[in-house]
């Protein structure tokens, strides 16, 4: 549940097209779900503009699909992070809309289309090389990122700008 879905809610009931018991039952699960094996959060939306993620890295693939199939219910995005390809594969034939990034081990589910708030501007994730590119792909959070891939963090200072320096005589400029 969303600001925004929970304004449509209130509407809805405010003029006569829903019923206070429809909209109850819409509302129970607020703000937590307690299921077997997880405690679902669907109310982070409404306390930090952004739904519960889900952790994969120790939950079965069909653990996985279900807690997503708890938040597509309620019309939530979804992000898995530390997700091996195999249990992505299981997960997909169940969320055919979903997306798996191999290479960040990071799953998507859009059940609505995302968009920036307008203050925010561009997110720059900053990786020292190749081997960073897994977590510095699941940090960008799917918004518009800018990625330079070598920071050279090795000691030597970090720069923007394609990994050369900017003056000529080798210094940062």
Not at 81 to 108: C, G, M, N, Q
């Amino acid at each position: 549940m969303n600001p925004t879905r929970l304004k449509s809610l209130l509407i809805q009931v405010q003029k006569g097209r829903m019923s206070v018991d429809q909209a109850l039952e819409r509302l129970k699960h607020l703000p937590f779900e307690d299921i077997d094996f997880a405690r679902v959060d669907h109310h982070r939306s409404l306390r930090k503009g952004f739904p519960e993620v889900i952790f994969g890295q120790g939950k079965t693939a069909r653990q996985i699909a279900e807690i997503m199939a708890r938040l597509r219910k309620i019309g939530e995005n979804i992000l898995v992070t530390r997700l091996e390809a195999d249990k992505a594969a299981w997960v997909i034939k169940r969320f055919p809309k979903a997306e798996y990034h191999p290479l960040s081990r990071v799953l998507t589910y859009l059940s609505q289309p995302i968009t920036p708030p307008p203050h925010r501007g561009l997110v720059l994730v900053i990786s020292a090389g190749t081997s960073d590119l897994p977590v510095a792909g699941a940090s960008a959070g799917g918004g518009p990122a800018h990625r330079p891939n070598d920071g050279q963090s090795s000691g030597i200072p970090v720069r923007c700008g394609g990994g050369r320096p900017s003056s000529s005589d080798g210094r940062p400029g």
